[in-house]
């Protein structure tokens, strides 16, 4: 029996190689550590180049990962010994002469990936063969081809890409792609689905953004899924928009398709992460069956023309207001020489009397500057307040229901066509894909109050 006092850390330098050569413990052994919090069991893994050596890294039965202060271990069981080869067997794609020619072009993210353990970094899964040793079940939908684009972080994702992204979804079409996968990280997934909607336009084709929430290595990854779902909507689906497909709720139930200029993340975990705001999603999707949820979608047509507008113009910034924002954030976008400014306002869309003359100044200096709510739901109305006409007057321009991301990045992209603030307002207020509507569904804006009896009874019935 091992007694655990204060005695017992003593002497401890905090090292974790230290520890496990102390208790002859290698990586990859199976074990039990005893620490005077209570004692884990798991699988221990290689430190990454990137962590510090004051911790040992377990991998619990459970599929999730600990960090357990070295200095505080007392004693290490050893259970067994089981190292980890993380390679994804690759098998021959098959290719079957009736079946659509699927694209899957690969930006980044964890979507059919493994992780190494000894850098820490998600590494893709990427060609036909690891995806058919990984996700056996795509070849059941399509032929399916890849190709990797980038390999960077969500937050990496710019214009660089986006246009890249654009002209290679461009030249899949002329190749004859039945549909188009694109592999991307969730964090900044809606501002590429609506880039790429103001990019790419009258597609003949599906064009799916997927990716997933949680790594390959974890039990309760939706990589697997959300890319069955995705490859299978590419495959067979009439929807002939950019859409983003994902998981509908928390259980693995079916995945929903969002009009890539509607939709948004609104969840730092949740496998059900992304919604429709404003609106309902184009479709359902399971292994089974895609199921639309409304009508007025653009159709897949026989044809290979598609209109790619690759612009962007990058001075152009997004700014979310705040009680007692200084005027000077809009003063310095301006002296830097941004030509463009969405600005995400309270309520009907208002900011502070203070900014009245850096607007003024904006107007002068012919930057674009444009209004959205940040409530998310629900129409700019600049007209019911004086703070909104007093705004109207210093050229801020309202941008009706555009989400705030999807008001920045159409911003860029009409800058990129033309300098003339009046075209530019002409884009903006011209629907292209959906960014805006005429009217808010009754059943676009439901957020249920957790607690309540009603609502609990409601969601007991569907909870997994």
Known sequence: MTIINENSFKGYSGNALEVLKKFKAPVWSEVELITAKGSYKGLILPRSETADNLHIV???????????????????????????????????????????????????????????????????????????????????????????????????????????????????????????????????MHHTSAILSFMVQNSPVPIVMVGSQRSSDRPSSDAALNLIHAVKTAAESDIAEVM???????????????????????????????????????????????????????????DKNVEINAVFEEKVSIVYYYPNMQPD????????????????????????????????????????????????????????????????????????????????VKLGWALGQTGDLEKVKEIMLTPVAGETTEREPSNGYLIYQGGLPEVEEFISKYRK
């Open 329 to 408: 954030i809009i003063d310095s976008l301006i002296d830097n020489g941004y030509k463009g400014i969405v600005i995400a306002g309270t309520g009907l869309g208002h900011v502070n009397k203070p900014a009245y003359a850096a607007l003024k100044r904006a107007q002068e200096k012919n930057v674009a500057v444009y209004m959205t709510v940040q409530t998310l739901w629900g129409y700019v109305q600049m007209y019911v307040y004086e703070t909104g006409r007093e705004m109207l007057q210093l050229g801020v321009v309202p941008a009706a229901n555009m989400l705030p991301e999807v008001a920045y």
């Open 58 to 188: 377990l991998k619990m039965p459970v599929g999730y990962n600990i960090g357990i202060a070295a200095r505080s271990i007392v004693d290490i069981k050893i259970n067994g010994f089981k190292e980890a080869h993380y390679k994804i067997p690759e098998k021959e794609f098959p290719y079957d002469e009736n079946k659509p020619n699927v694209k899957l072009l690969g930006t980044g993210g964890t979507i059919a990936s493994r992780l190494d353990y000894r850098t820490g970094a998600v590494i893709p899964a990427f060609s036909p063969g690891e995806l058919y040793g990984s996700v056996p079940e795509l070849a059941d939908y399509c032929n399916l081809h890849t190709e990797k684009l980038y390999g960077v972080f969500s937050e990496n994702m710019g214009p660089e890409q986006w246009i890249g992204t654009a002209k290679a979804i461009g030249k899949e079409i002329e190749n004859g792609a039945h549909g188009i996968v694109i592999g991307h990280g969730t964090d900044v």
């Open 244 to 302: 983003v497909c994902m998981f509908g709720p928390t259980s693995d139930q079916y995945g929903l398709l969002h009009r890539g200029t509607r939709v948004r993340k609104m969840h730092s975990s949740y496998r059900s992460t992304f919604r429709t705001i404003g609106d309902i999603p184009i479709a359902k999707v399971d292994r089974e069956s895609i199921t639309p949820l409304r009508k007025d979608y653009k159709k897949r047509r026989k």
